[in-house]
């Protein structure tokens, strides 16, 4: 390959050292954790269960004399509204579960995607919302004698849990449209964030009308079965997993800062030490939400993740100073309190279906990756890491990689430089006449029999993914942590 040789950073030798079990603060310091598969089956079961969710509301939506309604423009009208008003409310607690922090969902899906099934389920339930709505109000008007304003009139003041809903309305609107991407790009990430919060709002003011006037709620005993169940199962996700549990876990664990270290000027380490940390089910590539307690602004939780393979004392995480809050982790001091979410995320073991293993990192990306390198379990050969850089100044943990790679076996290539500028590509520029997938097999020939691990910015990270399965790995051995939503 016509990487300059300075771009490739510790090839294997042969002379390199076996991890010496224990003593090597490389390659062993982390806790044996057991590390369960995710069975691939879980994505299908839960593929399964939102389907039968909506199934079963049209079912109950038939059964309750949906199609009947249809016979007329009015009772259409409203039949209409009534499924779709359902459809809404099934999809808007999906939305709240995808959210939940439910481990098994979590495992499966790992957040970013999560994120990005709740956007599209959000608008496809907003969208619904928005139908039920109109259709609901013209069909009761074409049939009313009070006509189409004494209708909404009358449904606002006489109907019970109405007002509530119209309050709940107005703060879906209000979070649907801070979503829409043009307009969350103008907002800061805390400000999206908090108004994002509303939807709980939104979704809980919303309840008592479907309780109260919704016929399809009451009618029959399964549809007030199957409703309650679904809103106390969303309700109950949110304040064990969301509430209950990160409390606990934070009480429990008592994390405090232990050490600061700077890896570069806008790279900063924190360590921090705990209580019982080998109980905390927590595995190298995982992220955890922090708050650090140091003062005015430490409310808001930001994700790192683990930079080193948590050995049962100590958690570890390294971040690049983006804004305010990932800035003020240089100025920590020893003995700051730490509360923390999580862990999250599917990038750790459990979720490697083959015995090799290609990590690719670039920028910041290197933290999960360098944690996944130390912990992995490998033979000599099983693991390669490449680090894909700016600069050689951008480069962090340069003598720790090396002395992982050497102590694991693993092979290590750094790969420096700035992007190429013509097309989108994993390379950097001076190496943009190879073709992505040549470059990649000229690195790793063997890469279609490879599990792939990605972390990274956005654009590089879609240009390996375009990479790693054009040279034939196929998506399900592909798996991605994305830092931004
Ligand atoms: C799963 C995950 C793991 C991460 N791991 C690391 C890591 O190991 N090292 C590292 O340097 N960075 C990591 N990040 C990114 C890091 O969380 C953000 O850079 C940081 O929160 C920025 O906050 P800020 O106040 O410094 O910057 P701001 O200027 O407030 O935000 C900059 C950008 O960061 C993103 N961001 C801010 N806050 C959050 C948040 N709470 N959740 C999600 N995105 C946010 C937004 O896209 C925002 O536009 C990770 C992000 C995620 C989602």
Redesign the pocket.
Known sequence: MNFSADTVLAPPTSSTRKSSGGSSRMGSRHASVRVPRVPGWWRDAFGVFVWSSMLMVVALWVSGGGLQGLGSTGTGLTSVGRLTGLVASDLLLIQVLLMARIPLVEKTYG??ELARRHRLVGFWSFNLMVVHIVAITLGYAATSPKGLWGTIVDFVVNYPGMLLAVAGTAALVMVTVTSIRAARSRL???SW?LLHLYAYLGVGLALPHQLWTGKDFLTSPVATIYWWALWAAAAGSVLFWRVGQPLWRSLRHQLVVQEVRAENDRVTTVVMSGRDLHRLPVRAGQ?LQWRFLDGPGASR?????L?AAPDGRTLR????H??????RLARLRPGTRVLFEGPY?RLHEGARTRRKVLLMASG?GI??MRALLEAMDQRPGDVTLVYRVRSDEDRIFVDELSALAASRRARLFVVTGHRASARQSWLPQHAAHLGDVEALRQLVPDVANHDVFICGSPGWMDATEQAVTDAGVPPEHVHI?????
């Open positions: 957040q970013d800061r990430y805390e964030h992220f939780a930001h994700p790192y993740s930079s995480i390294t971040a690049a983006l804004g305010d809050g990932s800035a995320g910041i933290t999960p942590e994305r830092f931004t939503y």
